[in-house]
């Protein structure tokens, strides 16, 4: 017997259409609710994590303590900053260093050295104090205006050329303090939580180190070689300088994920540009960034290991993160290849081993009357003894190491021996 089907009445299909409004509402916002919780709990257990394993979760865990006016160097190093480029404008001189320049580019450079004695004479003061704190606002995370980063780069360079002049006209302890303001010019962003500070003052280091290579060719007296030898930083210095970039950044990417609107801050836009439909996507990137802060404490922990070890594990770990394309590179850290940053850190730490290899080459011959057949200094890149190539006259290393020569240079790691 077949049965009729009841039609609806109205209320009824108004009942179920309600109900049906009401679920497709409802079944999506519980199902954004449940993945917010879950991206909550697991960001709170990594942050517990972090900080158990004693890292930080915020720049204010990071930033230096506060410094007294008086006490602040970082108030001489404005001064000088903002003196130095004033008299940029006026400055024609492009020469890389002092030493290579032509009669013209020497004459130019030395005009430039000599418009500077007030910019120096601030250094000098700087140096004198004992600490040094920037004026930043860590509680806005990796956001601001450096221009501290390009003024000091650019004073390093006019440093280098003063150290160079002075070495030259035979005045070797000058051309040391002047190097010794070049380190402390590095010394002055050793503080500061953020990875551009740090990775400029791995560049200023090198170039302090380079300088005092070049300087030291002028050194006629075992003393002289000694006093050069003496001058230059240990090795540990180039070390941190990476780990503590890495570990700002992930004390930025921590920050970050705590806060609502993740994806405003992620792509740089205003509160008013987003809509709602990147707010609800926070809870997927809270899930994502925890994944990316795992990552991120296994690049600061690869810092202390050997270089080739270093750069092995780097790999593996850039290759994961390639590998998953459904959980893309959110986090600002991730854009930089981690191997890249390992190579170039090691090119500065062999450049310093390679300078104090030379030293010690210069020293052996004027207390023994002949280069030593080989070196007791490692290359960073190798792990082997530098090469002393009597023949060529160099100084060098073994060879490239695990650093592909296509991607970054090495081939300039040379130490050329004085004419004997």
């Known amino acids: 017997m077949k049965c009729t089907r009841r039609k609806l009445t109205p209320r009824e299909a108004l009942e179920f259409f309600a109900k049906t409004v009401l679920l497709s509402v409802l079944i999506p916002w519980a199902g954004w609710a449940a993945l917010d919780e879950l991206g909550e709990y697991r960001l709170g257990q990594a942050l517990d994590d972090l900080g158990a394993r004693g890292y930080a979760t915020s720049l204010e865990q990071l930033a230096p303590p506060r410094v007294a006016a008086g006490e602040n160097a970082a108030l001489f190093y404005q001064a000088a900053f903002a003196a130095n480029d004033i008299l940029e404008r006026a400055n024609n001189a492009f020469a890389e260093d002092y030493l290579s320049a032509d009669p013209e580019q020497k004459a130019e450079l030395l005009k430039a050295v000599e418009r500077s004695t007030e910019v120096f004479a601030l250094l000098r003061r700087a140096r004198a104090l004992p600490q040094c704190r920037w004026d930043r606002d860590y509680s806005r995370g990796l956001e601001g205006p450096t221009p501290e980063l390009p003024s000091a780069m650019r004073l390093s360079w006019l440093l280098s050329i003063r150290a160079q002049v002075q070495a030259e006209n035979g005045r070797p302890e000058e051309a040391r303090e002047t190097v010794r303001d070049m380190l402390s010019l590095a ?5 500061v ?30 003393g002289d ?77 690869l810092c202390s290991m050997p270089y ?113």
């Open 187 to 191: 010394g002055l962003f050793r503080e």
């Open 193 to 222: 939580p953020d990875f551009s500070f740090q990775w400029v003052r791995l560049c200023l280091i090198s170039r302090a180190v380079q300088t005092a290579g070049d300087c030291s060719h002028s050194a006629v007296t075992e």
């Open 225 to 301: 070689l000694l006093a050069w030898a003496e001058l230059l930083p240990s090795a540990s210095v180039l070390d941190d300088c990476l780990e503590r970039g890495l570990r700002a950044e992930l004390a930025a990417a921590a920050c970050l994920l705590t806060k609502t609107k993740k994806v405003v801050l992620l792509k740089g836009t205003s509160c008013s540009e987003s809509g709602l439909t990147e707010r609800m996507v926070d809870p997927i990137i809270t899930i994502w960034g925890v994944d990316s802060l795992a990552r991120m404490r296994q690049a600061v922990e």
């Open 308 to 420: 080739a070890e270093a750069r092995a594990a780097a790999a593996t770990l850039e290759k994961s993160v390639g590998s998953e394309n459904w959980n893309p590179n959110l986090l600002r850290f991730l854009e930089r290849p981690l191997t890249r940053l390992l190579d170039r850190r090691a090119i500065h730490q062999s450049a310093l081993a390679l300078t104090r290899a030379g030293l010690e080459a210069e020293l052996t011959f004027i207390r023994h009357g002949h280069y030593p057949v080989e070196t007791s200094v490692r290359d960073e890149i190798t792990g082997e003894p530098f090469v002393i190539d009597l023949g060529e006259g160099v100084i060098r290393t073994s060879g490239p190491g695990p650093i592909d020569p296509g991607r970054l240079k090495y081939e300039n790691l040379e130490w050329t021996l004085l004419p004997r």
